[in-house]
């Protein structure tokens, strides 16, 4: 592999900053909130990293349906068994009914590490069922629904 110079005169590998590859999973399957963490239905994407100094970019995205309670809703990310991020109050629903409450997710990893590397989604609510994610989805044709995207940057 070659060695480059950066503008702030370090060195560094001529892949550093690319985009080396990228790994897609696409699901139909809904996911109710649960009192407890809990897997989303299809939300997972798997990448093997060619360098231990490799990120990865992972990206959720779905739709989300929030009930009309005042509910907190929550949503990690697992590399495996460990979590690496989380965001508690991600939805909030205050008003009666059902309302919309898309589900867009981004996290740069260090996983240093050349295996093969698992990324999970995980959605808690306070109460059951207030919240839907990929709600519906099954009679899109298969155009829709979530998409798990992993992307392995050099380093």
Do not use: H
Request: contains cysteine.
């Amino acid at each position: 592999m070659a060695t480059v110079i950066r503008g702030d005169d370090n060195f560094d590998s001529a892949n550093a900053g690319k985009v080396l590859q990228i790994v897609s999973t696409t699901s139909q399957t809904s996911t109710n909130g649960n009192t407890s963490f809990a897997n989303i239905t299809g939300a997972t994407v798997t990448i093997t990293p060619s360098s231990t100094s490799s990120k990865v970019l992972v990206t959720f995205s779905t739709g989300g349906m929030s009930n009309g309670t005042s509910d907190t809703i929550s949503l990690r990310i697992l590399r495996g068994s460990t979590n690496i991020r989380t965001i508690t109050r991600y939805g909030y629903g205050a008003s009666s009914g059902w309302s919309s409450c898309p589900v867009v997710l981004n996290f740069l990893d260090s996983p240093n590490t050349t295996s093969a590397t698992t990324y999970q989604l995980q959605l808690y609510t306070q109460t059951n069922n207030d919240f839907r994610v990929n709600d519906d989805q099954a009679t899109a044709d298969g155009i829709a629904g979530l998409v798990s995207t992993a992307t392995e940057i050099g380093g």
